[in-house]
């Protein structure tokens, strides 16, 4: 079965760099993909590039061996147009060419089962467009991947003026299910990144052909700005500069002079050399070359928004995800201050002779920040679904998130025409813990009280799911890490995917779980595998994390709706029957149900008979020493308490472990070195 059942085969059309990278990405998450192209030798050499990819990806230890052999086995290249006759949705990625993407679009016509899906990789014409080449246009819609798309999440999901809105959500899932995070575009010249992002270039060069600074400098000054690794004119260098030319030519055409290609873009793409970009810094520029190219990308941001092409969130999503900007034109907005973010843009379009984009004069008006949705609530069929939208940060939970799950739960509760409710998280992971840089700050600070306030309060946000008189569920497409495993198992029902992980990380940052983590794991699972889970930090499959009973039931994504239609109409679960222990974990249950657990980090236990136990030993022998213990006292203790007990229990340790040199050496080493632990 596909990870999709309702997609069995999907195909890519153009096998140069950029159709072969989405072929390797919708192949890389289990699905068959056929990739297309003119003759049989560049549909090779399309499969060949995939090879070399994914054996760099081998060399880097991204892929097993047989992982990637597997992967390549699904990619299936092919010239003859009539094997698309299978395939349950295509992607046309042929060369930026309309003509040539208007024929591709009425052969698919002919070869396209009825129900197929037609999806246009195109950057820089309208998809309405090109539907209008198809007898079927409710069925094309825009798909827009970054490059690599193999490893860029992000995807703009792109709306004709014809496209069915059933249609683009079927696509809009099948992205999710891919791993992908897509943010919804109108059907706009340039989509939203483009859009911001070709005048970030264009403002490059002219600042270059001002004589204002040498490229060197311009490029510094920008990765500086937007805190990335190269500047404008060596991305140019890298992805092409005649691309840039032709975003220009075709961007310039339909927005006018702010947009179009400047000479000095022009004189150098026929030069057919790459942009100079040697050369001395001048660092007393970079305030300058900052601002001016802030300012074009503020002007446009807010213009794309006033005219509904997206969402203030998902144009930030956008830059952050696809373009790696450490902060979104939004964000940015509000760190430079609404006021002198607008004096910027007024010259910038006084200069231009445009109009003032009305979304930025209102907001500076209210002096208030731009506010973010780090909760959607989407309602269908009476039911809420709450999405974490946090999705370059693996939705991890901050005060942010609590505070607009907490709206947006009570609204949902209160809703009458609401029956349940889901917690979701956006992109690839469910929600990656509680956000580690929050911790980190406050135990710099010296504010751990606030970590202390923060945790109490994410702890009554649960309780209040628990106890709501509405069911409600949670579900896990992705990883599920600390306070994520913590949030889903306050929820009456956890529905997961397969691809769907588990695991508890805190013990080898130096904390222990505070989200009733120790509590509410031990009432599901028992105490033998909550101590498992929770003191070795193991990741479990979705499957064995049904096995155990951590979670209700794994379903494929297309089933994910019906499974959790099916649990809303259950009902709240009120008294939930402890663990089904399966024989595949009873050693390891029977292991870890005692007290004594500073014997488990004896040097013998390492080499125990039962490779899972000593495999636990060598894990917990990792990990923090006093967060180790403290969690061990807490499922000792805990369980023989009402669960509202025991979860104040866990919230009294939180100022003495958060007080430890192993906390901060935990928390602040995350993703740069391992820690080293002292037990103190
Ligand atoms: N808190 C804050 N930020 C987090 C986070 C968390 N718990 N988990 C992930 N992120 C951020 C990362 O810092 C990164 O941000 P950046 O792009 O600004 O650097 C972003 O999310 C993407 O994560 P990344 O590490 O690049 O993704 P990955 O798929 O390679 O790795 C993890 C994923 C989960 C292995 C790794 O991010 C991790 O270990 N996170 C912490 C998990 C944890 O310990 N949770 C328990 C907290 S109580």
Redesign the pocket.
């Given at each position: 079965m596909t990870p999709d059942s309702s997609f069995h085969l999907l195909a890519v059309i153009g096998a140069g760099n950029m159709g072969s990278g989405i072929a390797q990405k919708m192949a890389t998450e289990g699905f068959r993909v056929l990739l297309v192209d003119v003759d049989d030798e560049k549909a090779a050499r399309g499969r060949k590039i995939i090879e070399q990819t994914l054996a760099d990806g081998v060399q880097r230890k991204i892929f097993r061996p047989d992982a990637a052999g597997a992967i390549l086995s699904r990619v299936m290249p092919t010239s003859r147009f009539e094997d698309l006759g299978a395939a349950d949705l295509v992607v046309e990625a042929v060369f930026e060419d309309f003509d040539l993407k208007k024929r591709v679009f009425s052969r698919l016509d002919e070869v396209c089962k009825p129900g197929a899906i037609l999806g246009t990789n195109t950057s820089s014409y309208s998809v309405t467009e090109l539907a209008a080449a198809t007898r079927w246009p409710e069925r094309v819609i825009g798909l827009h991947y970054f490059y690599h798309p193999a490893k860029n999440r992000l995807v703009e999901v792109v709306g004709g003026k014809a496209s069915d809105p059933a249609v683009l959500r079927r696509a809009w899932r099948l992205q999710e299910a891919l791993g992908k995070t897509p943010i919804a575009s109108s059907d706009a010249y340039g989509f939203i990144v483009n859009r911001f992002f070709l005048p970030w270039l264009t403002e490059a060069i002219r600042i270059l052909d001002e004589g204002v600074a040498g490229t060197a400098t311009i490029d510094e000054a920008a990765k500086k700005a937007f805190g990335i690794g190269m500047g404008p004119f060596e991305l140019m260098n890298v992805t092409g500069v005649p691309i840039a030319l032709h975003a220009a030519t075709t961007l310039g055409g339909a927005f006018g002079p702010l947009y179009a290609a400047p000479a000095l873009l022009r004189s150098q793409v026929e030069s057919g050399e790459p942009w100079p970009i040697d050369g001395t810094v001048d660092t007393g520029l970079f305030t300058l070359i900052g601002d001016r190219l802030a300012t074009a990308v503020f002007y446009v941001a807010a213009a794309l928004v006033d005219e509904g092409v997206g969402t203030i969130d998902d144009t930030d999503i956008g830059a952050r995800v696809g373009l790696r900007w450490r902060r979104g034109p939004f964000e940015l907005m509000n760190a430079y201050g609404l006021e002198r973010a607008l004096d910027l843009v007024q010259s910038f379009t006084t200069q231009w002779q445009l109009p003032v984009p009305r979304v930025l004069e209102e907001q500076a008006r209210s002096s208030r920040p731009f506010t973010f949705t780090v909760v959607r609530t989407d309602v269908a069929n009476s039911i809420a679904t709450l999405t974490i939208n946090r999705p370059?940060?693996?939705n991890?939970i901050n005060g942010d998130v609590i505070a607009a799950l907490e709206e947006a739960f009570s609204q949902a509760v209160a809703n009458p025409a609401v029956t349940g409710i889901v917690i979701a998280g956006a992109g690839k992971a469910f929600i990656?813990?509680?956000?580690?840089?929050f911790f980190v700050k406050n135990i710099e600070s010296g504010e751990i009280d606030r970590i202390a306030v923060f945790t109490e309060r994410a702890q009554n946000l649960l309780r209040s799911f628990e106890t709501c008189p509405k069911p409600v569920i949670a579900r896990v497409h992705g990883?599920a890490?600390?306070?994520g495993v913590e949030l889903a198992l306050a929820c009456h029902r956890i529905i997961a995917t397969p691809k769907a992980t588990f695991a508890f990380?805190?013990t080898g940052?130096g904390i222990y779980p505070g989200l009733g983590g120790t509590q509410r794991t031990t009432r599901r699972v028992g105490k033998g595998l909550a101590k498992w889970l929770v003191l070795t930090g193991e990741t479990i499959s979705a499957t064995d994390a049904a096995a155990i009973g951590l979670i209700d039931a794994v379903v494929p994504y297309e089933e994910l709706d019906a499974a959790i239609a099916a649990a809303v109409a259950a009902g709240p679960v009120v008294d939930r029957e402890a663990g089904r222990m399966p024989a595949s974990h009873q050693a390891i249950a029977e292991y870890f149900d005692r007290s004594d657990i500073a014997a488990l980090r004896e040097p013998g236990e390492t080499t125990h008979d039962d490779p899972r136990i000593a495999k636990a030993a060598t894990r917990i022998g990792a990990k923090a020493p006093i967060a180790v213990r403290i969690a061990a006292d807490l499922i000792d203790q805990g369980l023989d308490l009402p669960l509202a007990d025991g979860l104040r229990l866990e919230l009294s340790h939180l100022r003495e472990i958060f007080s430890t040199k192993d906390a901060y050496e935990g928390l602040s080493s995350?993703?740069k070195k391992p820690p080293v632990f002292t037990g103190t």
């Amino acid at each position: 079965m596909t990870p999709d059942s309702s997609f069995h085969l999907l195909a890519v059309i153009g096998a140069g760099n950029m159709g072969s990278g989405i072929a390797q990405k919708m192949a890389t998450e289990g699905f068959r993909v056929l990739l297309v192209d003119v003759d049989d030798e560049k549909a090779a050499r399309g499969r060949k590039i995939i090879e070399q990819t994914l054996a760099d990806g081998v060399q880097r230890k991204i892929f097993r061996p047989d992982a990637a052999g597997a992967i390549l086995s699904r990619v299936m290249p092919t010239s003859r147009f009539e094997d698309l006759g299978a395939a349950d949705l295509v992607v046309e990625a042929v060369f930026e060419d309309f003509d040539l993407k208007k024929r591709v679009f009425s052969r698919l016509d002919e070869v396209c089962k009825p129900g197929a899906i037609l999806g246009t990789n195109t950057s820089s014409y309208s998809v309405t467009e090109l539907a209008a080449a198809t007898r079927w246009p409710e069925r094309v819609i825009g798909l827009h991947y970054f490059y690599h798309p193999a490893k860029n999440r992000l995807v703009e999901v792109v709306g004709g003026k014809a496209s069915d809105p059933a249609v683009l959500r079927r696509a809009w899932r099948l992205q999710e299910a891919l791993g992908k995070t897509p943010i919804a575009s109108s059907d706009a010249y340039g989509f939203i990144v483009n859009r911001f992002f070709l005048p970030w270039l264009t403002e490059a060069i002219r600042i270059l052909d001002e004589g204002v600074a040498g490229t060197a400098t311009i490029d510094e000054a920008a990765k500086k700005a937007f805190g990335i690794g190269m500047g404008p004119f060596e991305l140019m260098n890298v992805t092409g500069v005649p691309i840039a030319l032709h975003a220009a030519t075709t961007l310039g055409g339909a927005f006018g002079p702010l947009y179009a290609a400047p000479a000095l873009l022009r004189s150098q793409v026929e030069s057919g050399e790459p942009w100079p970009i040697d050369g001395t810094v001048d660092t007393g520029l970079f305030t300058l070359i900052g601002d001016r190219l802030a300012t074009a990308v503020f002007y446009v941001a807010a213009a794309l928004v006033d005219e509904g092409v997206g969402t203030i969130d998902d144009t930030d999503i956008g830059a952050r995800v696809g373009l790696r900007w450490r902060r979104g034109p939004f964000e940015l907005m509000n760190a430079y201050g609404l006021e002198r973010a607008l004096d910027l843009v007024q010259s910038f379009t006084t200069q231009w002779q445009l109009p003032v984009p009305r979304v930025l004069e209102e907001q500076a008006r209210s002096s208030r920040p731009f506010t973010f949705t780090v909760v959607r609530t989407d309602v269908a069929n009476s039911i809420a679904t709450l999405t974490i939208n946090r999705p370059d940060k693996l939705n991890a939970i901050n005060g942010d998130v609590i505070a607009a799950l907490e709206e947006a739960f009570s609204q949902a509760v209160a809703n009458p025409a609401v029956t349940g409710i889901v917690i979701a998280g956006a992109g690839k992971a469910f929600i990656a813990g509680a956000d580690i840089r929050f911790f980190v700050k406050n135990i710099e600070s010296g504010e751990i009280d606030r970590i202390a306030v923060f945790t109490e309060r994410a702890q009554n946000l649960l309780r209040s799911f628990e106890t709501c008189p509405k069911p409600v569920i949670a579900r896990v497409h992705g990883m599920a890490l600390g306070g994520g495993v913590e949030l889903a198992l306050a929820c009456h029902r956890i529905i997961a995917t397969p691809k769907a992980t588990f695991a508890f990380p805190e013990t080898g940052i130096g904390i222990y779980p505070g989200l009733g983590g120790t509590q509410r794991t031990t009432r599901r699972v028992g105490k033998g595998l909550a101590k498992w889970l929770v003191l070795t930090g193991e990741t479990i499959s979705a499957t064995d994390a049904a096995a155990i009973g951590l979670i209700d039931a794994v379903v494929p994504y297309e089933e994910l709706d019906a499974a959790i239609a099916a649990a809303v109409a259950a009902g709240p679960v009120v008294d939930r029957e402890a663990g089904r222990m399966p024989a595949s974990h009873q050693a390891i249950a029977e292991y870890f149900d005692r007290s004594d657990i500073a014997a488990l980090r004896e040097p013998g236990e390492t080499t125990h008979d039962d490779p899972r136990i000593a495999k636990a030993a060598t894990r917990i022998g990792a990990k923090a020493p006093i967060a180790v213990r403290i969690a061990a006292d807490l499922i000792d203790q805990g369980l023989d308490l009402p669960l509202a007990d025991g979860l104040r229990l866990e919230l009294s340790h939180l100022r003495e472990i958060f007080s430890t040199k192993d906390a901060y050496e935990g928390l602040s080493s995350l993703g740069k070195k391992p820690p080293v632990f002292t037990g103190t």
